[in-house]
């Protein structure tokens, strides 16, 4: 499973705000499972997602707690979840392409988390010269 962005927009100017740069960079977001398109949705929110899932799996996900990703800017709660299963987790999102019933262990969903979190990283700072550790 990979989950990855592209077509990055900046909605409003980065004033330094946390506001700004939470709803403010969004793209288009994709999750997919061995190649296929699980979800897929643009104009989201990817920094406001990476604080929350950065913030989920340092703290909540040692404790199987579940994560719904709920956006300011949306009324709809669980717009990508993780749900404990078993020894693992679930993974996907509110209006999702096909029912997605595998389970993916802790070290899987961490390190998927993980690497979306740096890849995001690393756009905001090449392109907007700031760091999600500002964020969090």
């Known amino acids: ?10 909605e409003r100017p980065i004033t330094g705000r946390d506001y700004d740069l939470l709803l403010g960079v969004v793209a288009t977001f994709e999750i997919r499972v061995d ?7 643009v104009l989201f929110p990817i920094v406001e997602l990476c604080v929350a899932m950065k913030r989920w799996s340092a703290a909540a996900m040692a404790s199987s707690e579940a994560f719904e990703f709920e956006s300011m800017d949306s009324d709809e709660v669980g ?3 993780f749900r404990p ?17 595998r389970v993916w262990t802790t070290p899987e969903v ?5 690497e ?6 690393d756009w905001l700072t090449r392109n907007v010269g ?6 969090s």
């Open 1 to 10: 499973m990979t989950f990855s962005f592209r077509d990055v927009e900046l």
């Open 35 to 41: 190649g296929r398109l699980l979800f897929s949705e």
């Open 79 to 81: 717009l990508v979840w």
């Open 85 to 101: 299963e078993g020894d693992g987790w679930r993974v996907g999102a509110l209006n999702q392409e096909y029912p997605e019933a």
């Open 110 to 114: 961490r390190e998927m988390v993980e």
């Open 116 to 121: 979306f979190v740096e890849e995001v990283e």
């Open 130 to 135: 700031v760091s999600l550790e500002t964020l």
